[in-house]
């Protein structure tokens, strides 16, 4: 079982920067591959980026390729987005999750079995 605690989230005008962590306590983090998902009022949950567990492969939705960056930190048990140049589109709930492999370069969401509450992001025009 893993637990997962997002924070980071907040209000930023258009071409700003978040940087979004998320805490995991619970087994063993470095066994689990990441995730980064978001979900936009009205509309589905999407993939953002994703991790694996030591770090070396990543893997991010077209859109915010070389604006966001994904990592981890697994002597804090802690994964990360850095969100650069942010657009109103932007504008999500995020979510982090934890997949119990150590690849899992996907977009889809089924292969995710932990996932976290939330945090808020909000870009302004």
């Known amino acids: 079982q893993v637990q997962l605690v997002e924070s980071g989230g907040g209000l930023v005008q258009a071409g700003g920067s978040l940087r979004l962590s998320c805490a995991a306590s619970g087994r063993t983090f470095s066994s689990y591959a990441m995730g980064w998902f978001r979900q936009a009022p009205g509309k589905e949950r999407e993939f953002v980026s994703a991790?694996?567990?030591?770090?070396?492969?990543?893997y991010y939705r077209d859109s915010v390729k070389g604006r966001f960056t994904i990592s981890r930190d697994n002597a804090k048990n802690t994964l990360y987005l850095q969100m650069n140049s942010l657009k109103p589109e932007d504008t999500a709930v995020y979510y982090c999750?934890?997949?119990?492999?150590?690849?899992?370069?996907?977009?889809?969401?089924?292969?995710?079995?932990?996932w976290g509450q939330g945090t808020q992001v909000t870009v302004s025009s």
């Open positions: 999750a934890a997949a119990a492999v150590r690849y899992y370069l996907s977009d889809t969401s089924d292969g995710f079995d932990y």
């Open positions: 991790i694996s567990w030591d770090g070396g492969s990543t």
